[in-house]
């Protein structure tokens, strides 16, 4: 049987390594500079942390972990004969790959409470795993990079949050950036407005895939949810909102008068809006999006969505958001929090698409020595010794040439590693270094060698 791997799941070569660890050197990089400091939580969570925290959607898309042993013996046969996943799922799977890095975080904040200092900035890049369809940008395993920050209430964090998107797209040398800003409290200002407070989640659902269905079908599925045609109609205006962010928001600000909550969140925006605008940003902009509501329960407050040059046709590359009580589902109540994440793999697509990884060294020896004569193997062994201890990359072909094919294959390893610095053979401590990028050939000696790998 020809060997495969399981769809949305990639191998990586070790070029494709080096681009991918320039990004997220660069992400940690700008995190640290930040002043987050670095977690990290297992790969699978118990059931019950993960399950109920991403609405129905989310559920669906995570993957559950078989229990070991025969776990269907200990499942009850007339439970077995109804053929109901969702009755029979508890049963025979206690745990699950983790969806995200958040939940897992609110989880490692209760559990941790007492040696940690709030306010708390973690970081964490780790692999996730979502039960999704493949697509172009949209994988079943990839990497997140989160940060967050719990026990502060402060809006200067979203702020902060939003310098930290610029700074890393900055250093990525990604040009035409937009981060997208919304806050939940507004979407529930709209919802009570328009008289569909009880239908919030499946409002805000629906309206997150405005870009993805379009109005149509983002009507579709707000009747579908019962949500009034009437209701629908007084939002639609909101969908083709246009000017400004200060005129946008001035619309909103009227829209949402008789709403207190819709008023704070209008507040909240207008307060980052500003002070941004004051900072300034290098790199990315910053626009206000209406419909931006991400699907996901648990956010209170700002909503962050990173979009990828116009030039590219891709998803999100990032997103995040604001979770007043997200500690609350694990037994610690009032710690707010607010984090981002960077999506790693879509990041990679889009450099890879505009050609931004030019300057990114794969990894590789600096010298190569070749094996054509098993008298000078150990002598080559001593120096690739010395210069390892120096700090210099160094290897030796393993095999013997015993003919000149062989010989030629040694030449041609090189030239597919594109190893710059090769030894041919050394004789009482002198060798003979071919310089393939000057195309010079010359004896030296283990300092002279030394120096050459170092220059």
Known sequence: MKPSIPKGTRDFSA????????????????????????????SFENSSTLMGKYGEEGDRLIFKILNSGDFLSKVDENLL??????????RISEKALRYDLTVPFARYVVQHQNDITFPFKRYQMQPVWRADRPQKGRFRE???????????????????????????????NLQGVRIKLNNRKILSGIAEVIGASDKLIDFTVALDKL?????????????????????????????????????????????????????????????VMNNVEAIGLQTASLE?????????????????????????????????????????????????????????????????????????????????????????????????????????????????????????????????RDISLVISSVKAGVFELKDRVNNLQKSVNLDELITACNQ
């Open 81 to 90: 004969a109804q053929k109901d996943s969702v009755k029979v799922t508890p």
């Open 15 to 42: 070029r494709e390594i080096a681009y991918r660890n320039y990004i997220m050197d660069t992400i940690k990089e700008s995190f640290a500079t930040f002043g987050f400091e670095p977690i990290e939580t297992p």
């Open 288 to 416: 206000l999006d209406l419909t931006l509501a991400r699907g996901l329960n648990y956010y209170t407050g700002a909503i962050f969505e990173v979009a990828a040059p116009d030039t590219v046709k891709m998803g999100s590359i990032g997103g995040g958001g604001r979770y007043d009580d997200l500690t609350g589902i694990f037994g610690l109540k009032d710690v707010s929090g607010v984090g981002i994440s960077f999506g790693l793999d879509r990041i990679y697509l889009v450099l890879e698409e505009l050609g931004l990884f030019d300057e990114v060294e794969v990894a590789k020896p600096q010298v190569l020595f070749l094996n054509f004569d098993e008298a000078e193997v150990l002598d080559k062994l001593k120096a690739i010794q010395q210069l390892r201890s120096e700090g210099i990359k160094a290897e030796i072909y393993p095999d013997v040439a015993g003919s000149n094919n062989q010989q030629k294959k040694q030449w041609k390893y090189a030239d597919r």
């Open 211 to 271: 870009d993805k269905i379009g109005e149509d079908g983002v009507t579709k599925e707000m009747l579908s949810k019962g949500i009034s045609e009437d209701a629908i109609e007084k939002v639609k205006p909101l969908f083709r909102l246009t000017g400004s962010n200060t005129e946008q928001i001035e619309v909103l600000a009227d829209l949402l008068k008789n709403s207190e909550e819709g008023t704070k969140g209008v507040e909240e925006l207008q307060f």
């Open 142 to 172: 990839f990497y997140q990079c989160d940060a967050d920050v719990v026990g502060s209430n402060s809006l200067l964090q979203e702020i902060e949050f939003i310098q930290l998107y610029d700074t890393v797209f900055t250093k990525l």
